[in-house]
């Protein structure tokens, strides 16, 4: 949980301070105005990185060289700050007053969840996006367990990459490597397979609340034929390999395939639909993660109104409420969001303009307070 916010340089937001509220926190605003580089701004404090380009130089601030974001998270107001410098393109982590050299440690403080347009293309894009949901779930339930043998799974996934481009498949190299992929490709495959299994139920729970698609289940592909061991195909395939100059078979081929009975749900569903398939499984990592580490995660919502009809807007709200996670939602007009929540939420309201970020007292929310004061009042 993000307790207080300071942006300095981030696109057209100069300096930006903020006191978020716990629960819900809406920023509304005209577009260009500054809504969405709060939600980056918040990614960044959170992986170093934005997720809307993987340049530095549309983030920071024109005229400027330097973009940091600095938070205090946590009950006991932890301080993080995240610095970015144009000229050498270099990365500053601190936390606790410390310097911070791992992003990986740096994601484990302060779990994001991001829903915006570009999500909704997890079901239609490539393998890599719903590998990468995979293992955004795997690392934040394993991480101990995780992100070593990832690092080896990487390390010897480009080995055999390497000697298969120079037609080196002789002696004991490959075998080394092969033996070392191996391991850890089974290691990976075990520990997504067990998150899948976690996830499923959950999602099915989620799903059901926001929509109905009783027979739609998802299904996790490893990557390799499920009836044979890995070093059995990467032996069968070995020709292929080396015309190819790459691995074939492995956990980086792996997916995560969306079924309505037996056909792709992304050939059957509507483009609505799709998209709360998507919440749902992004809802369904939120519950799972606080179920099984209890703690929560943050979710930044970009421009909700306009990917879902009302009805949906207000099904995907209680479901926040129902988390009681920590959430950042934007939107152009704040009437669009003002009758999805239960009375009792805190809604924090935030006018985004020209760069400039204005708290805007909530009447739902100074009406109940009012209703307390006066019955505190007769009841003295």
């Given at each position: 949980m993000i307790q207080q916010l300071?942006?300095?340089?981030?696109?057209?937001?100069?300096?930006?301070?903020?006191t978020p509220s716990s629960s819900v926190n809406v920023l509304y605003g005209l577009n260009g105005s500054g809504k969405t580089s709060v939600l980056e701004a918040i990614h960044i404090l959170g992986v170093a990185r934005s997720f809307r380009t993987s340049r530095i130089k549309p983030v920071i601030n024109q005229g400027a060289e330097v973009c940091t974001v600095f938070g205090r998270i946590g009950e006991t107001l932890v301080p993080v700050g995240v610095s970015r410098n144009l000229r050498d393109e270099s990365l500053q982590i601190r936390v606790s007053g410390e310097n911070l050299k791992s992003?990986?440690?740096l994601a484990r403080l302060l779990p994001l969840q991001v829903i915006n347009p570009d999500t909704f293309r997890l079901l239609e894009g490539?393998?890599?996006l719903r590998r990468s949901f995979i293992d955004w779930g795997v690392f934040h339930v394993k991480h101990h367990d995780f992100f070593p043998i990832w690092k080896r799974l990487q390390k010897a996934l480009k080995q055999r990459n390497t000697?298969?481009?120079?037609?080196?498949?002789?002696g004991s190299e490959l075998t080394s490597w092969n033996l070392e992929f191996e391991k850890a490709a089974n290691a990976i495959d075990e520990l997504r397979d067990d998150y899948i299994q976690r996830?499923?139920?959950?999602?099915?729970?989620?799903?059901?609340?926001l929509a109905d698609m009783d027979n739609l289940s998802i299904q996790y592909y490893r990557g390799w034929d499920r009836e044979r061991t890995l070093h059995e195909v990467l032996s069968s395939g070995l020709t292929r390999d080396v015309q190819s100059g790459y691995t074939h078979a492995g956990p980086q081929r792996a997916d995560l395939r969306i079924r309505i009975g037996k056909g792709s749900a992304v050939d059957i569903l509507s483009r609505g639909q799709l998209k709360l398939v998507v919440c749902a499984l992004k809802l369904?990592?939120?519950f799972l993660y606080k179920e099984l580490q209890d703690k929560q995660?943050?979710?930044?919502?970009?421009?909700?109104?306009?990917?879902?009809?009302?009805?949906?807007?207000?099904?995907?709200?209680r479901l926040f409420q129902k988390m009681n996670c920590q959430t950042f939602i934007t939107c152009v007009e704040k009437e669009a969001l003002e009758h999805c929540w239960l009375p009792e939420t805190e809604v924090k309201m935030f006018h985004v303009k020209h760069g400039q970020v204005t708290v805007i007292p909530n009447p739902a929310?100074?009406?109940?307070?009012?209703?307390?004061s006066l019955e505190m009042i007769e009841h003295e």
């Open positions: 300071a942006i300095t340089d981030i696109r057209n937001l100069s300096s930006v301070s903020i992003t990986s440690d490539s393998p890599k000697l298969l481009r120079h037609g080196r498949i002789s996830l499923t139920p959950v999602f099915n729970e989620v799903l059901s609340e369904a990592q939120g995660c943050i979710f930044l919502v970009d421009d909700l109104p306009s990917e879902l009809d009302t009805p949906n807007r207000q099904k995907l709200c929310q100074q009406s109940i307070r009012r209703a307390e």
